[in-house]
């Protein structure tokens, strides 16, 4: 880097000053997303036929949608999609 400054151009620090790629307190990212899949299949998979149905998905996304239509108008305005973002 010009300068030795251990800083990228835009100011963030560079990789060796931040946590190991992957890393996530202690738990490899790849191993969480796996268990995170696990439990989102369990938890859609409704009738525990260890398959997804065409009407388990379908029963997911209205959930996330009517979680979503803050105003309950059967429609989702990028401004109920920012909200429902938010922390």
Same mark, same amino acid.
């Given at each position: 880097?010009?300068?030795?400054?251990?800083?990228?151009?835009?100011?963030?620090?560079?990789?060796?000053?931040?946590?190991?790629?992957?890393?996530?307190?202690?738990?490899?990212?790849?191993?969480?997303?796996?268990?995170?899949? #696990?439990?989102? /299949?369990?938890?859609? $998979? &409704?009738?525990? =036929? +260890?398959?997804?149905?065409?009407? %388990?998905?379908? @029963?997911?996304? #209205?959930?996330? /949608?009517?979680?979503? $239509? &803050?105003?309950? =108008? +059967?429609?989702?305005?990028?401004? %109920?999609?920012? @909200?429902?973002?938010?922390?």
């Amino acid at each position: 880097m010009p300068g030795g400054s251990g800083m990228m151009p835009d100011g963030m620090m560079g990789r060796s000053m931040m946590m190991p790629s992957g890393m996530m307190d202690g738990m490899p990212m790849m191993a969480m997303r796996g268990h995170m899949m #696990k439990i989102m /299949f369990a938890v859609a $998979d &409704a009738d525990g =036929d +260890g398959a997804l149905s065409f009407e %388990e998905v379908t @029963a997911i996304h #209205k959930r996330i /949608f009517d979680s979503v $239509d &803050a105003n309950k =108008d +059967g429609k989702v305005t990028t401004d %109920e999609l920012q @909200a429902f973002m938010r922390p």
